[in-house]
């Protein structure tokens, strides 16, 4: 907790930072553009999926105490991710013109400078993809290792990575400079790990393993995540591809605005599914139907009550918060308008992300992978199909149409919610939908006369200083939701007010 608490502080910082030093202008297009051929890259062969597919297969060989063949499979995967994104990069680099001219970013093309600018930056930072793999790789040992916390800090010295790069390279080089700084982040992520990886005492093993049978088992595991994974970086490129037609800061807007709505969807979903599915996992081990329907349906109604608030308050405190975050140097009113519409539609999905977080998560403890990953890739194709369609509804309606791409990932999110919950209730035989949605209706409720007194706070506090527009508008929000929640007699604020109570009182 405490890491990822400062990897979100430090992460924050950096993109203040880079707001300031680039705002939303060509060279900042050209950096978010080029950086979505490396993160796709390192998502595909060695992101989060390889962490799924090797831990378990390494943590079993590990607790039979076979340390030779454990660091071979180890030696096996670091050798294959070494080779396959090496490949990978090199291809990607000597393509990199028609990459960015003809799939990435066909918008720019108009513009030559700016064309030449994002193939550099694309082949720059093309290595941080293989060190990623490795230093992902490297958590996954560690994780194994029952070692948490060094592997949970890596992400702030790659943040701290990207700082330097923007306060001590960037004016000297530009925007070639926070392209350093990622290939400097990267570096930083996999060295931090690399003391504690030499106190395992392991061995290096020059192998590909191919006719192992460990090594073939996390190809079987990771086989279905790659698939999901290939989708929704599928549906970037797209929205990536689209964004760079429309006007200049599109790119970004669109960037910035989702970064922010995953703040507090990591912050209440992903806490929510990672301290729930222990839990789910023993209750399905157990055989205990009943109980991991009430714990899902508990999950579900925490989450919905956390994100329905948060999601209606990022859409009417949007501007004064983007205005307090960003808005200085080269960060204008202009860009402050880009982000500030794409958050509008980003935050309505909220909700979504989160009931799919949980439910993903619940089908993992199945040990059923194939569901929720052929219902994400249907979604995302849905995704990408009304991306199309509202951009250019948006663009008729005279409404600028990058908020068109965020609005249909949040319908297809939606989209995706229902099916995950509508296949889980069939799977259990009932989900407790009546009272879900009965907490549904009260936080819905409760969040409509929040945004009631938030707009007039909008109103009263007129020219105030934004910092205080902003911490007050979120002190009243918190207040007002939280009053009413009590009042209405919700379980779950009724029961955590018990259990500080007690504590208090302990």
């Given amino acids: 907790m405490f890491a990822f608490l400062l990897s979100s502080s430090v992460g924050l910082l950096r993109q203040i930072l880079i707001a300031n030093a680039f705002g939303t ?20 062969v060695a992101g989060g999926a390889l962490s799924s597919a090797f831990i378990p297969t390494f943590a079993a060989i590990l607790t039979k105490g076979e340390k030779r063949r454990v660091w071979e499979l180890a030696s096996a995967i670091a050798n294959l ?59 996954g040992i560690l994780n194994s290792h029952q070692i948490f916390l060094v592997p949970a800090l890596a992400p702030t010295f790659y943040q701290l990575g990207m700082i330097f790069g923007v306060l001590f390279l960037a004016p000297h080089i530009g925007v070639i400079g926070l392209g350093w700084g990622v290939v400097i982040g990267a570096g930083l992520h996999l060295l931090i790990q690399i003391p504690t990886l030499f106190r395992l005492n392991g061995k290096f093993y020059p192998t590909l393993g191919l006719k192992d049978s460990e090594v073939r088992e996390v190809g079987r595991l990771l086989a279905p995540r790659l698939l999901g994974v290939a989708a929704v970086q599928m549906n970037f490129w797209i929205n990536t591809r689209l964004a760079s037609q429309f006007s200049e800061g599109s790119v970004t807007g669109v960037v910035l ?53 948060a999601s209606f308050g990022l859409m009417v405190l949007r501007k004064p918060l983007i205005e307090f975050l960003y808005q200085r ?25 989160a009931v799919v977080e949980i439910l993903s998560r619940a089908f993992y403890s199945f040990h059923d992978t194939k569901t929720p990953v052929l219902v ?131």
């Fill in 257 to 309: 605005a989702f970064t922010l709505m995953l703040m507090p969807q990591a912050a209440i979903a992903q806490s929510i599914a990672i301290a729930a599915m222990p839990t789910f996992s023993v209750q399905v081990a157990q055989g205990k139907i009943n109980e991991l329907r009430t714990s899902m349906a508990a999950s579900l109604r925490s989450a919905l009550l956390l994100s329905i608030p």
């Fill in 81 to 139: 991710i070494l080779l396959f994104l090496s490949i990978l990069c090199i291809f990607a680099s000597f393509f990199a013109p028609e990459i960015v001219r003809y799939v990435l970013a066909p918008g720019f093309v108009g513009n030559p400078e700016k064309v030449a600018l994002t193939i550099y930056l694309l082949r720059l930072m093309l290595p941080s993809a293989v060190i990623f793999g490795l230093s992902s790789l490297t958590m």
């Fill in 329 to 353: 140097g080269e960060f204008n009113q202009l860009s402050t308008e880009l982000v500030s519409w794409a958050l509008l539609w980003y935050a309505i999905g909220l909700a979504g992300h």
């Fill in 376 to 506: 994400g890739v249907g979604a995302m194709g849905i995704n990408t199909l009304l991306s199309y369609l509202l951009s250019s509804l948006f663009i008729k309606i005279g409404w600028m149409p990058h908020g068109g791409l965020a609005l249909a990932n949040s319908t297809a999110t939606a989209i995706e919610a229902v099916l995950l919950f509508s296949i889980m209730r069939g799977r259990l035989g009932g989900l407790d939908g009546l009272a879900i949605l009965t907490v549904v209706g009260k936080g819905f409720f409760a969040a409509l006369l929040m945004v009631f007194t938030l707009s007039l706070w909008l109103v009263f506090s007129g020219d105030s200083p934004v910092w205080l527009v902003v911490g007050m508008g979120l002190l009243l929000g918190i207040v007002v939701y939280s009053l009413l929640l009590f009042a209405l007699k919700v379980s779950e604020i009724r029961f955590l007010v018990t259990v500080i109570n007690k504590r208090f009182l302990r």
């Fill in 25 to 44: 202008q060509s060279e900042m297009e050209a950096f978010n553009a080029a950086n979505r051929v490396s993160e796709t890259l390192f998502n595909l």
